[in-house]
């Protein structure tokens, strides 16, 4: 049913749509990147400020001193973990993307259902609809 609707123009269309997406995640990217340093410099402040409890605070025993804010560590560091996944899964989501592009500008059509299969940020479905539109095109 799709391959009969399906022309060469469709190919270009769907460049069109990749780059789409390519900028949401670029713009995902830049999110994660900036979460992830946000993160990175409260975990830093934290430490230091644990540093400084434990090194200004003689009196009380140096657990006691320290105890409240070594809560405080374990969040940041599950949150700066998960930003700088998130940070490379869109990097290489926009990897996969220029792939898959460069491959149909260059009229590879079928490097380009390649490319479309092994993408790494398209859901399950998405991805078996792109590949049964290019395939219908190629054959």
Same mark, same amino acid.
Request: charged share 15%.
């Given at each position: 049913m799709i391959a009969q609707? $399906?022309?060469?123009?469709? %190919?270009? !269309? /769907?460049?069109? %749509? /990749?780059?789409?997406?390519k900028k949401n995640h670029c713009r995902m990217r830049s999110l994660c990147f900036g979460l992830f340093v946000f993160s990175f410099v409260l975990l830093l402040m934290a430490m230091g /400020? $644990? *540093?400084?409890?434990? *090194?200004s605070d003689q009196q009380k025993l140096i657990g006691d001193a320290a105890l409240p804010y070594v809560g405080i560590l374990v969040p940041l560091c599950a949150a700066m973990i998960g930003f700088f996944t998130s940070w490379c899964a869109a990097q290489n989501c926009i990897n996969s993307i220029d792939r898959s592009l460069y491959a *149909?500008?260059?009229? #590879?059509? =079928? /490097? !380009?259902?390649? !490319? %479309? &299969?092994?993408?790494?940020? *398209? &859901? #399950?479905k #998405? =991805?078996? +609809?792109? $590949?049964?539109?290019? &395939?219908? +095109? $190629?054959a």
């Amino acid at each position: 049913m799709i391959a009969q609707s $399906i022309n060469d123009d469709d %190919i270009e !269309f /769907l460049a069109q %749509i /990749l780059e789409n997406e390519k900028k949401n995640h670029c713009r995902m990217r830049s999110l994660c990147f900036g979460l992830f340093v946000f993160s990175f410099v409260l975990l830093l402040m934290a430490m230091g /400020l $644990i *540093a400084y409890t434990l *090194a200004s605070d003689q009196q009380k025993l140096i657990g006691d001193a320290a105890l409240p804010y070594v809560g405080i560590l374990v969040p940041l560091c599950a949150a700066m973990i998960g930003f700088f996944t998130s940070w490379c899964a869109a990097q290489n989501c926009i990897n996969s993307i220029d792939r898959s592009l460069y491959a *149909a500008h260059a009229q #590879k059509y =079928r /490097l !380009f259902a390649g !490319f %479309i &299969g092994e993408m790494q940020c *398209a &859901g #399950k479905k #998405k =991805r078996s +609809v792109w $590949i049964e539109m290019i &395939g219908s +095109v $190629i054959a």
